[in-house]
Nanobody, 119 residues
Framework: QVQLVESGGGLVQPGGSLRLSCAAS????????MGWYRQAPGKQRELVAS???????NYGDFVKGRFTISRDTAKSTAYLQMNSLKPEDTAVYLC?????????????WGQGTQVTVSS
């Protein structure tokens, strides 16, 4: 089992920045991808960004260079630096980890952290 704990959400004005953190614990040795998804009320969950073991990254189209995902392998922590935030970025941001097991991939989710962009 893998436990994920997010932190860093909050209220920020349009144009501001936030840095989210996701600390993984437990059976972390098999984690191959960590990422962030978000879900706004009435909308589907969508990928924000992900990062693989080789530090290859993938971003949602809406990010457009505003966000950067990184990871500290030693601390088993993934970060999401969000700049130039817009009101439409308001959502619950959920950390995701994918762990490679024999014959399968197991997906883990954190509880989520609220990000609100408003003046």
């Amino acid at each position: 089992q893998v436990q994920l704990v997010e932190s860093g959400g909050g209220l920020v004005q349009p144009g501001g920045s936030l840095r989210l953190s996701c600390a993984a614990s437990g059976s972390i040795g098999g984690i191959v991808i960590m990422g962030w998804y978000r879900q706004a009320p009435g909308k589907q969950r969508e990928l924000v960004a992900s990062i693989g073991k080789g530090d290859n990254t993938n971003y949602g189209d809406f990010v457009k260079g505003r966000f950067t995902i990184s990871r500290d392998t030693a601390k088993s922590t993934a970060y999401l630096q969000m700049n130039s935030l817009k009101p439409e970025d308001t959502a619950v941001y959920l950390c995701n980890a994918q762990s490679l097991l024999p014959g399968m991939v197991r997906v883990y989710w954190g509880q989520g952290t609220q990000v609100t962009v408003s003046s």
